[in-house]
């Protein structure tokens, strides 16, 4: 079974500066799909960004970048210039390509809650 | 439009009660989810369609019973819950098949208090 793990339960970081969140993931397989999302207090999740295994580019949308080294099975989000709203709780998730009847689902991490300070 | 849309956004109920939420998207999303969610912790799947059909059930008890009446459309009937499965209700909505790497569209949720 495929676990993901956020070792970070909160973190914090000044207004305009960098703040990276941490998330490792655990697979046998060797082609999924890996996201971050974002859940502000207005509940919805929001897709932050993704990366494909198969791919050895980083992912980048805008200020939001991810590391991404396969064989550590990492997969960390680097946020630049932070913004107030940025504040939010940020959980990594985990999808195995098509196939089966597994497919379809999202395995999350445990969520890092993160506050931006003015 | 780019959004899945749940109603109603909060619901009280008693524990003999019947309700239903409901899930809509206009996408032409071929995959719909069901999520539980408990305050800070991360959602927790309940049940997958895939072109209509249940593909995952993750052994949710009985008293939650979802419906797929179309492709864009999303049921959860609720009948005789109890207080711990007062929670933050998600659907989500994906392209079907192999497009997994277009990660879900989720909606704002329910937040259901069983009382």
């Not at chain 1, 913004?83 to 991490?109: H, I, V």
């Not at chain 2, 749940?6 to 009280?12: A, F, I, M, N, Y």
């Amino acid at each position: 079974a495929q676990t993901v793990t956020q070792s970070q339960p909160e973190m914090s970081v000044q207004e305009a500066e960098t703040v990276t969140l941490s998330c490792t993931y655990d697979t046998s397989e060797s082609d999924y799909y890996l996201f971050w999302y974002k859940q502000p207090p207005s509940r919805q999740m929001i897709l932050v960004i993704r990366q494909e295994a198969y791919k050895q580019q980083n992912a980048t949308e805008n200020r939001f970048s991810v590391n991404f080294q396969k064989a550590a099975k990492s997969f960390s989000l680097k946020i630049s210039d932070s913004q107030l709203g940025d504040a939010a709780m940020y959980f990594c998730a985990y999808r195995r390509r098509a196939g089966g009847t597994s497919y379809g689902k999202l395995t999350f991490g445990q969520g890092t809650i993160l506050t931006v300070h003015p | 439009d780019t959004e899945v849309t749940q109603t109603p956004k909060h619901l009280v109920m008693g524990m003999t009660n019947k309700k239903s939420l409901k899930c809509e998207q206009h996408m032409g999303h071929r995959a719909m989810y069901w999520y539980k969610q408990k305050a800070k912790k991360p959602p927790e799947l309940m049940f997958v369609y895939s072109y209509e059909k249940l593909s995952i059930n993750e052994s949710v008890p009985s008293r939650f019973s979802p419906e797929c009446p179309n492709s864009s459309l999303l049921n959860l009937h609720l009948h005789a819950l109890q207080p711990e499965d007062s929670a933050l209700y998600l659907c989500a909505s994906s392209q079907g098949g192999g497009h997994g790497n277009y990660g879900y569209t989720f909606g704002s949720g329910t937040r259901l208090t069983v009382v």
